[in-house]
């Protein structure tokens, strides 16, 4: 947790005698049906290699119940092919069955095996059967992958146990709100590595060995444990140093994270980690993803390490649930989609770290921009399903109940209870639906007491961004997001639970700015707001817009070969401290539309924006807009010299025939 928003499915061919299944091409390699072969005619407890891995199972029986059984086949396959997602296609013919399984449950049973096989974590995304006719041969064919948890129990809620305060009382008051109210434990161990005991294959001692031994007394009895380990430092970039801020050792100064020694060290780390709290779930990069944004070039050097632990450490644990986390708000830009597309998709899963309200500091960094809530997270958790089938794991999330100011960094973030409970609900419903692992919420409680202590060490005003993202506030009274957690753990709406059909988002609300400081909009609920438009064509406020309830500015023109324009007078005084520019908007033909914020002395910066037939979310941070070379002066951006906003349409100039309407909503500078 610092300055920075921030599929298991096991899949091999399989052939059975009397199931022949066909080979699946996965994104490193194809598997042969002769790969992996069962026998269902011998005793299920003899094991044995068959070219090159197979099973006897019993007579007549599929070991579907077999867990034994299956984490050993699992072992053996993840040593010969890895995790390769693919199409499975399972075939059987009743001719090799035994005697009295010649029916139509037998078949579904043969597709479950299959599934099963697939680490037991697999649903059949569709399901197409070409033939019931039990006297030939069944087929089903469908998307394999880890779309359902295992354990059945999943998703889980939970917390970690970060305390309000540096006083017992606060660490013991923590733990009573959150060991009832949830269902996993999260260890996150953000503050350096002991390198000198992991160099030298000791036990993990002094205080970091005294710190682990309390945390171990510590984890609730029944809670699932998530062990998250941060092999870089807060930077998200660097090694990280010693704990405490002690400096790397002599021998890692200046090593790659592809060290051989690097790499040995932080096994040694991973593999104590395991042994001490059990974990059923293990981060071993938190927030690393982000390196493939801060420095892309050493992004095959932490490729290197993950691979070289993960690898080593399936071999030891071959059920243990091993990932990196991501920030949501990086991975969402395409460049860094791509580049960390290959190691995704080794992970078990996809742990993520995020906070929709920290959008700001998000674009800062080059982040796409986040809608208002609820689309801050409706919008991102709808591209996870697009990105990938891995199963997602919410590492560390929270919403804050308080605006944010940090003038040093000139962040400004918004929040408030009714937002956070929104928020929690949300996490509930989509947790259920895409069957998520599991989901961390950061903080129990505020923790002011915690930041005036801290006021006056250097960047200690970056804590403000979580400072109040707590279910309770300073003095322990509860927020309203607190009764939606406590539904969200008890199964929450029975509507909600995941049914595994897709579930249309709700619409996306435009949020109300109007009465923020430093914030200007343009809901086009006034007349007032409308724009004015170049002769001959029309304007004017409708009931429509990207929400129910909301309204729009219709835009209706004609080509005729030259610009359309539309132009609105701005208030400057409301808009000194305002960053971006965002709006809504959807055009009845696709195009580009020219917007054109002007200062006072004439200078002018621009963007080319593509409008298309479905409600779209824009937002641009003012100083990335191009400055228009013939109205240049000091070509930088005074937004207390904003004096109005232009939209435009040159397609007319470039041949462009026809009428086109364009609807405008929300117009918000921020």
């Excluded at 069957?435 to 961390?440: D, E, H, I, P, S």
Aim: aromatic share 12%; net charge negative; charged share 25%.
């Amino acid at each position: 947790m610092n300055m920075r928003l921030g599929m298991a499915g096991l899949m091999f061919g399989i052939s059975l005698l009397g199931c022949a299944v066909s080979p699946i091409a996965g994104p490193e390699r194809s598997i042969s049906k002769d790969n992996f072969l069962i026998s269902q005619l011998a005793p299920a407890e003899r094991y044995e290699e068959l070219g090159p891995v197979g099973v006897e199972a019993a007579s007549g029986l599929f070991p579907v119940s077999d867990s034994t059984l299956h984490k050993r086949l699992r072992k053996e396959a993840l040593k010969l092919y890895g995790r390769v997602d693919g199409v499975i296609r399972v075939t059987y013919s009743h001719k090799t069955f035994a005697p009295g399984l010649l029916d139509w449950e037998q078949g579904r049973r043969v597709e479950g095996i299959a599934v099963r096989f697939l680490e037991g974590t697999v649903s059949m995304e569709s399901e197409r059967v070409t033939s019931k006719d039990t006297s030939n041969a069944v087929t089903f064919t469908g998307t394999a992958w880890a779309g359902k948890p295992d354990p059945e129990d999943a998703p889980y809620f939970g917390f970690t146990p970060f305390p309000y305060d540096f006083t017992l009382e606060a660490v013991t008051r923590t733990r009573e709100i959150i060991v009832p109210h949830s269902t996993l434990y999260a260890l996150h161990f953000d503050d350096g590595v002991p390198w000198d005991d992991l160099l030298a294959d000791r036990v993990i001692s002094g205080k970091a060995g005294e710190k682990w031994d309390d945390e171990v007394r510590r984890i609730p009895k029944g809670h699932v444990v998530y062990v998250g380990l941060a092999p870089l430092a807060t930077d998200r970039k660097s090694l990280v140093g010693g704990l405490d801020g002690t400096p790397l050792p002599k021998e890692l100064q200046g090593a790659g994270l592809d060290n051989p020694t690097v790499k040995e060290a932080y096994l040694r780390y991973a593999r104590q980690a395991v042994e001490k709290f059990h974990p059923k779930f293990l981060n071993v990069g938190i927030e690393a993803g982000e390196l493939a944004r801060n420095d892309p070039t050493r992004w095959p050097q932490f490729e290197a390490l993950f691979d070289y632990v993960y690898s080593r450490l399936k071999e030891e644990y071959p059920d243990l649930w091993i990932g990196i986390s991501f920030g949501l708000g990086s991975l969402r830009r395409p460049d860094v989609a791509e580049r960390v597309k290959p190691l995704v998709e080794k992970c078990d899963y996809l742990g993520l770290s995020f906070y929709p309200y920290t959008s700001s500091f998000g674009e800062a960094m080059g982040d796409p921009p986040l809608p208002a809530a609820p689309g801050a997270w409706r919008e991102p958790f709808e591209w996870l399903r697009g990105y990938t089938r891995k199963p997602v794991a919410i590492c560390e999330t929270g919403y804050t109940t308080r605006d944010i100011s940090i003038p040093t960094y000139g962040l400004k973030m918004y929040g408030d209870e009714k937002t956070q409970a929104d928020y929690v609900r949300d996490l509930g419903r989509f947790a259920r639906r895409d069957g998520w692992l599991f989901v961390t919420w950061f903080l129990a409680v505020d923790y002011d007491a915690l930041f005036e202590k801290m006021s006056g060490v250097p960047g200690s005003e970056a804590n403000l961004i979580w400072r109040n993202i707590g279910f309770f506030d300073s003095s322990l009274r509860p927020k309203l997001g607190w009764e939606e957690w406590r539904a969200v753990l008890a199964g929450g709406p029975k509507d909600d639970v995941d049914s595994g059909a897709r579930h249309e988002p709700a619409p996306l609300v435009p949020q109300t700015r109007q009465d923020r400081p430093g914030s200007f909009q343009l809901d086009f609920s006034k007349a007032a707001d409308v724009f004015t438009v170049s002769p001959g064509t029309s304007v004017t406020a409708v009931s429509e817009g990207p929400a129910v309830g909301t309204t729009s500015m219709q835009w209706n023109y004609h080509y005729q070969g030259q610009w359309i324009w539309a132009v609105k007078p701005l208030p400057s005084d409301r808009l000194r401290d305002a960053r971006t520019l965002g709006f809504w908007a959807r055009s009845d033909r696709d195009g580009q539309v020219f917007v054109q914020v002007e200062e006072s002395g004439g200078e002018a910066f621009f963007v080319m924006v593509p409008v298309g037939a479905e409600w779209k979310r824009f937002e641009y941070p003012l100083n990335d807009l191009s400055v228009d070379e013939k109205k240049r002066q000091d070509g930088r951006l005074d937004a207390s010299r904003i004096s109005n906003i232009l939209l435009a349409d040159e397609a007319g100039v470039k041949g462009a025939a026809g009428s086109r309407t364009i609807w405008i909503a929300d117009v918000v500078f921020e």
